[in-house]
């Protein structure tokens, strides 16, 4: 498949089947993250690749709505940066979650960003309630979760005459 067609079939999925991702999937996932290119080729992210069912069930719980859908996928991976030492921590955590997003869709898989940045539960931003969760380190920001695993559905492509074209203009 080409990355014409990649493009198109990627969409967002909240359900998935139980069963576990292959090991050779997942670190297919991760090293296409790995492979995305940072500002300065800082590197400077963290990837947390959550399989433990409770954990995962624990992550869908950082946000008051827009994650329980974390609770049914076999696979999550967290997203984190370093604001104090990358001011691109944004740039280059979004683009290595869309890189790995890209990659789950080629090897057939579904997934969904779910947002962490600047949401939380109540007064507790997710970023902290997750560095408890997973132990992270005090300047460690969760930019999102990826959620991943087998469709539970198949889902079409957006209609080509959906896309917004009139945000592009031709200089
Ligand atoms: C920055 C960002 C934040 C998002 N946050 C969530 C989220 O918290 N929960 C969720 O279910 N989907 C989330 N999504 C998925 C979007 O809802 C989805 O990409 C959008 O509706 C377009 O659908 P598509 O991905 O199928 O093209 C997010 C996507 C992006 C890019």
Request: with cysteine; hydrophobic share 40%.
């Amino acid at each position: 498949m080409g990355f014409k067609e990649l493009s198109a079939k990627r969409r967002s999925h909240r359900r998935f089947s139980p069963e576990p991702v292959d090991q050779k999937d997942i670190d297919l996932i991760v090293r296409a993250a790995l492979l995305s290119p940072t500002s300065k080729n800082r590197r400077d992210w963290k990837f947390i690749v959550v399989t433990e069912r409770e954990t995962i069930a624990d992550l869908s719980r950082a946000k008051d709505h827009g994650a329980e859908l974390l609770s049914g996928a076999p696979l999550a991976i967290v997203v984190v940066g370093n604001p104090s030492a990358n001011d691109c921590w944004v740039e280059d955590c979004s683009i290595a979650a869309v890189t790995m997003q890209y990659q789950a869709e080629d090897l057939g898989l579904g997934s969904c960003w779910v947002q962490m940045r600047g949401r939380g539960v109540g007064d507790v931003p997710a970023s902290e309630y997750i560095r408890k969760l997973l132990c992270l380190g005090e300047e460690d920001e969760v930019l999102c979760v990826l959620a991943i695993g087998r469709k539970l559905s198949p889902k079409d492509p957006h209609d080509e005459d959906s896309l917004k074209f009139s945000s592009v203009k031709y200089l």
